[in-house]
């Protein structure tokens, strides 16, 4: 029963503060760009379209984020005929800079090589402290050293595309933003493009414009290995996302998630009907389910890119990259097939990865909140539903409190049947120097970036 209870997002947006900032510091920009465009027919078209859009959306201007060659508001009502694809003119490496963008004195660039358990430990400890909060600062994401070893060192990972800031003195590591290498499909054709992830900045640096000078860093970086676009997610709408998701949530553990303040029972509800109500069997049901092994690396790697190639935004997979994302690993990442124990044939797939969250509000025993997330399933076998009830045992099974999911691929076909509540936050996804020319419904996005 999703509607008797209410759960809040902690994973889905950055703290509201984000959005203020945004809102205030870029604000006078769009008045001076009005009066630029006095003498200039286009741009004050471009500045009339602009403050329409703000008028009646209240949406904040964007100071970095206008000069950017991403969509922007405002592309579908000037009426243009815009194409999709590149947005920028073609480049070389040879045109971009050698040099690190300017910092602030005393600041200096690095890379974080993250076979360095010392260099590990300072970005864990960066995120521990510094990265994605909800909104009221209950809840900030924890991920473990583990997690990050695997997600930015997937095959053909660069050291220099995980970027840092140190204070030149103490060389504290305040500031990160990395990059990944991904071939990803976008309306039925393919780009070679960098998944940005882990922009986070030591949180008594916030609002000085720090942001603008790391991503800008992150795509010279990327241009001078010849890739000219890249994917990202963030719960603050930047321009323009390309398609807007939502998390559900799926109690697995009703008495914990209330104690915690992540889940309120509605008010005609008891915690003995909730617990009740949230009951799974001990034992997932399909037959022939069993972990994943390296020997089910190519017939996976075969049902997956099969399923994939289905959506209009999805990652295509090498068998290496297979190997490394979708291969069991403690504590990471869980995966399952379901193998026809007459045929071999691997028929089906469940996957999700552990994202714990601390819990920074002090009113609770508990430390951590312990997060699944779905990561890709497939099902072909048994209805997505039957597969997905045991993926919720599974990670019940794993002690997971939560079982995360957005409403991405299929999923909206089992979120209410399987009793997820819907979150309170969205997860824009974006595309850097790509642009689309139609919005692109969750039901065709099939890219988890973790
Ligand atoms: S999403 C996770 C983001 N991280 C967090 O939420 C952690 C906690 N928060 C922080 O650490 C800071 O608040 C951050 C902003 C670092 C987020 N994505 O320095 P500022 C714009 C993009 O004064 P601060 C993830 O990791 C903002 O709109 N831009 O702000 C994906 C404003 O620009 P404009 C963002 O609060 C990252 C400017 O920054 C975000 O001190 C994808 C203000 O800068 C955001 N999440 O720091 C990055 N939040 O005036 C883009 C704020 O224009 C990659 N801003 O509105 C682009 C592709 C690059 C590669 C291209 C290769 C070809």
Redesign the pocket.
């Known amino acids: 029963m999703p509607e008797e209870s209410e759960t809040r997002s902690a994973e889905a947006s950055?703290?509201a503060?984000?959005d203020a900032?945004?809102t205030s510091?870029?604000a006078p920009r769009g008045g001076e760009r009005e009066n630029e465009g006095a003498a200039d027919v286009g741009s004050l078209l471009d500045a009339l379209v602009r403050q329409r859009l703000s008028d009646a959306t209240r949406m904040?201007t964007?100071?970095?984020?206008?000069t950017?060659p991403v969509g922007q508001f405002g592309d579908d009502v000037r009426g243009e005929a815009l194409k999709e694809g590149p947005i920028d003119a073609p480049k070389t490496p040879t045109e971009v800079s050698e040099e690190g963008g300017a910092l602030p004195p005393g600041y200096e660039w690095c890379s974080c090589d993250l076979t360095c358990e010392k260099t590990q430990e300072e970005v864990y400890e960066l995120l521990t402290n510094?990265?994605?909060?909800d909104d009221d600062a209950m809840f900030r994401f924890q991920y473990s050293q583990e997690f990050l070893k695997w997600a930015l060192r997937p095959p053909g990972y660069h050291v220099d595309w995980h970027v840092g800031v140190r204070l030149k003195v103490t060389k504290t590591l305040v500031?990160f933003?990395t990059?990944v290498p991904a071939k990803v499909q976008v309306n039925g054709r393919e780009i070679e493009?960098?998944e940005?992830?882990?922009?986070?900045?030591h949180k008594k640096?916030?609002?000085?414009?720090?942001?603008?000078t790391?991503?800008k860093e992150?795509?010279r970086r990327?241009?001078l290995r010849d890739?000219?676009?890249?994917a990202?997610?963030?719960?603050?709408v930047?321009p323009k996302p390309i398609s807007r998701a939502r998390y559900w949530h799926r109690s697995l553990d009703i008495r914990k998630l209330v104690e915690i303040g992540f889940t309120r029972l509605g008010r005609d509800n008891s915690m003995s009907r909730a617990v009740q109500a949230y009951k799974l069997s001990p034992k997932p049901k399909s037959e022939g389910l069993r972990h994943m092994t390296k020997d089910d690396v190519p017939k996976v790697a075969a049902l997956l890119s099969k399923y994939l190639s289905k959506f209009a935004v999805a990652p295509i997979l090498s068998e290496a990259e297979v190997e490394h994302l979708l291969l069991p690993r403690e504590d990471v990442v869980y995966s399952y097939v379901v193998e026809d124990e007459k045929t071999k044939k691997i028929t089906d797939f469940i996957s999700f990865y552990n994202l714990p969250s601390q819990i920074i509000h002090g009113n609770t025993k508990h430390k951590t909140l312990k997060a699944a997330y779905s990561y890709y399933n497939v099902a072909t076998s048994v209805p997505l539903v039957e597969l997905m009830e045991d993926a919720l045992i599974l990670a019940k099974c794993n002690d997971f409190d939560v079982f995360n999911a957005l409403d991405l691929m299929e999923n909206n076909t089992f979120l209410r049947e399987l009793k997820f509540g819907i979150g309170d936050g969205n997860l824009h996804y974006?595309l850097?120097?790509w642009r689309v020319t139609h919005d692109i419904e969750p039901s065709q996005v099939a890219l988890v970036l973790t």
């Open positions: 950055p703290s503060k984000n900032s945004a510091s870029s904040p964007h100071e970095f984020w206008e950017q510094n990265y994605v909060e500031a933003i990059g493009l960098a940005i992830n882990f922009l986070c900045i640096l916030r609002s000085k414009r720090i942001a603008p790391l991503i992150i795509t990327v241009n890739v000219w676009q890249a990202y997610t963030a719960g603050v930047l974006y850097y120097n």
